[in-house]
């Protein structure tokens, strides 16, 4: 069994930044995939940044040049550094494990609202 518990979602105004982190634990290989989904109300889930445990990333076209995703390996923690956040950006955000099955997270809500 695999547990995911994210934080670092808030309300933030347009332009400006928050970093949500996702913790991981319980019987998890060492080589694997983690990344954030988010869902806006009314739209389906969609992916926004994937990383390989050996660093390869993925970004969705909507969020590249102000998401950034990292992680700690040792740690088995993916976080998502967001700048220049836009109202589109509003979602509940999902930390994502790849392993034999996806694994999820609960999700955390990011507000960006003036």
């Known amino acids: 069994q695999v547990q995911l518990v994210e934080s670092g979602g808030g309300l933030v105004q347009p332009g400006g930044s928050l970093r949500l982190s996702c913790a991981a634990s319980?019987?998890?290989?060492?080589?694997?995939?983690m990344g954030w989904y988010r869902q806006a109300p009314g739209k389906e889930r969609e992916s926004v940044a994937l990383i390989h445990s050996g660093g390869t990333t993925y970004y969705a076209d909507s969020v590249k040049g102000r998401f950034t995703i990292s992680r700690d390996n040792a740690k088995n923690t993916v976080y998502l550094q967001m700048n220049s956040l836009e109202p589109e950006d509003t979602a509940v955000y999902y930390c994502n494990l790849m392993a034999t099955r996806p694994y999820w997270g609960q999700g955390t809500q990011v507000t960006v609202s003036s």
């Open positions: 319980g019987s998890i290989f060492s080589i694997n995939v």
